[in-house]
């Protein structure tokens, strides 16, 4: 059944079958399995194929009844031209998004969403289609050589990178509507409890490729993020006072803080050769290291570590400081924790701890 609309002027209902009003506003019609709007310009007729969503012919023809009551020109309708692949490629290309400190995050997560919406024109994007989206990544593997499924935070960010492609495209006029507005969230897990044991560290640092032995050395030592490491520029690095300097623009919480270095630490700089101030410390061939996901995972493999992730090493860091007996003050403040409800998540108490409650 199509749409019934009355129209505003003559205050006559109106069938799917019926013409447009003489007083010449539009009418939404369903013909088939296809939508469409019809409406007069100038005494001509327009006409516009939506498409099977029921929800983008009611957008528009809004859109039309608005334009037309204010006396606006009714431009075309972006969704019925522009699809989802052209939409994401001028996303990409936007100076804003591209000065992002995850644009390297941007990028995988538009080639997940190009992989299913694709070559789909906006008009055919429904709500329905976004909610299929979730349950068919839930049920992928997470990537190469991974054997557990894609995790609800993953689906969330591409959730949330949909959301952003369609809100900058309305602003600017490429679309008029977003499919994944009332899209809600899957619930998260963030919580990990695993811990690298120190047997396994020096396995996996042995099975690391040459240009990840730093990285996993500097994040197992300090408890810096993933994004604070790769963007490290030797500015930030002062040896002679043995402490890495992150600005607020450096890291997650928008709040700067002072890492402090160990001897380790401090003898594995001296080691490296030394670049100008903005020269980023970590590299590869020439190029700045912008992913480590799968040379983690591959060495992890070859080390045969299970259930691990790199930012576990933040985790390991916190909680091998926690057992050397440091205040949690101190640990926050080097951490970068702004509450404690979030650091406490970071603190795991193992059974052999647990035990010493009751030997003797």
């Known amino acids: 059944m199509g749409l019934l609309v009355e129209c505003p002027e003559c205050k006559k209902r109106n069938s799917q079958k019926a013409k447009n009003c003489k007083c010449g506003f539009a009418l939404a019609k369903f013909t088939g399995k296809v939508y469409w709007i019809d409406y007069l310009v100038d005494g001509y007729r327009k006409r516009e194929r939506i498409g099977p969503n029921k929800e983008a012919a009611e957008q528009r023809y809004r859109e039309v009844l608005s334009a037309r009551a204010e006396g606006r020109y009714i431009q075309k309708n972006p969704d019925t ?6 939409l994401a490629r001028w996303y990409l290309e936007l100076a804003e998004v591209k000065a992002k400190r995850s644009y390297d995050r941007d990028i995988l997560n ?6 299913h919406f694709g070559n789909r024109l906006l008009k055919d994007i429904t709500p329905a289609m976004v909610e299929s989206y979730k ?19 993953t689906v969330n960010r591409e959730m949330a990178c949909l959301k952003t492609i369609f809100s900058k495209a309305i602003k ?50 300090t408890a810096m993020r993933r994004g604070e490491i790769l963007n490290l520029t030797w500015g930030q690095v002062n040896l002679r006072e043995r402490i890495i300097t992150l600005e607020p623009k450096d890291t997650k919480t928008q709040e700067g803080r002072i890492v402090p ?13 030394r670049g100008l101030p903005l020269i980023r410390v ?16 591959a060495a992890c493999e070859r080390a045969g570590i299970e259930g691990f992730v790199f930012h576990d090493l933040r985790h390991t860091a916190i909680n091998n400081w926690r057992l050397q007996g440091h205040d949690y003050f101190r640990i926050m403040a080097a951490s970068g924790h702004k509450t404690m409800r979030v650091f406490k998540r970071y603190n795991t108490v193992q059974r052999e701890e647990l035990m010493k409650l009751v030997e003797g």
Not at 282 to 297: C, E, H, L, Q, V
């Open 261 to 273: 270095l160990s001897k380790v630490i401090v003898e594995m700089f001296q080691a490296m050769p």
């Open 110 to 115: 538009v080639k997940h969403l190009t992989n």
């Open 172 to 221: 600017n006029k490429k679309a008029s509507r977003n499919p994944a507005h009332e899209v809600k969230k899957l619930k998260e897990n963030n919580e990990r409890n695993r811990i690298l044991s120190p047997e396994e560290y020096i396995r996996l640092l042995a099975h690391c490729h040459i240009y990840l032995k730093p990285i996993v050395k500097l994040a197992y030592h």
């Open 282 to 297: 970590f590299s590869y061939r020439g190029k700045p290291i912008s992913t480590i996901t799968r040379g983690i995972a």
């Open 81 to 86: 031209k522009i699809t989802f692949k052209e």
């Open 135 to 153: 349950q068919k990544r839930l049920a992928e593997l997470a990537g190469r050589g991974r054997k557990e499924t894609t995790k609800p935070a």
